[in-house]
């Protein structure tokens, strides 16, 4: 982005003042602007992404909330609406309502938890299984597809750092 260009956001230089990598980044040796491109980042896709992918995916893009649901789901041991809430950082009561709606599309089936009976636990289904594998393969080709201008070495370590940064963080 230019200097004296806006985002969608419309914010010069992506929403902060000494602007991009252009402005002292990563090619100035300086780490500095990673938190600012990090968050332009994360406010430009968290706004695009979902919409598009539920879309794809389901045919209808108010759907996202499915593939939330069920990313947050998977790979919990004895998932509940708990889990759920904490993963997506909601309170109990909005992430109750996404797993009644995920319940009732199909892709999460609730059940009563083996440790604990009066807890319930939830678990993919068939369908939340391909969601959640069609969603994986969209969110591999649009890597690809920001990527598909760098050399191999540079994609492969990009991807290392995020998937680094996200399992240092728990996400």
């Known amino acids: 982005m230019r200097s004296d260009e806006t985002d969608d956001s419309g914010l010069e230089n ?25 968050f332009r980042l994360v406010r430009f896709w968290s706004r695009r992404w979902s919409g598009l992918a539920a879309e794809e995916l389901t ?4 759907h996202v909330q499915h593939i939330l649901t069920v990313e947050a789901a998977e790979g919990a041991a004895d998932a509940d609406v708990g889990t759920i809430a904490r993963r997506l950082g909601l309170d109990h009561s909005g992430a109750s309502r996404m ?9 999460l089936v609730r059940s009563a938890a083996e ?10 289904t068939a369908e939340g299984r391909a969601l959640l594998e069609g969603s994986r393969r969209w969110q591999r080709r649009t890597f690809a597809e ?9 994609r492969e370590r ?8 996200a399992d240092e963080q728990g996400a």
């Open 14 to 38: 992506g929403g902060f003042e000494n602007g991009g990598f252009e402005n002292g980044g990563f090619e100035n040796g300086g780490f500095e602007n990673g938190g600012p491109a990090l």
């Open 59 to 62: 045919g209808q893009a108010r």
């Open 99 to 107: 797993v009644r709606d995920a319940v009732a599309a199909g892709y």
């Open 115 to 124: 440790r604990d009976r009066r807890r319930a636990s939830l678990r993919l």
């Open 146 to 154: 920001l990527t598909a201008g760098w050399d191999d070495a540079d």
């Open 158 to 165: 990009f991807a290392g750092y995020l998937r680094r940064l």
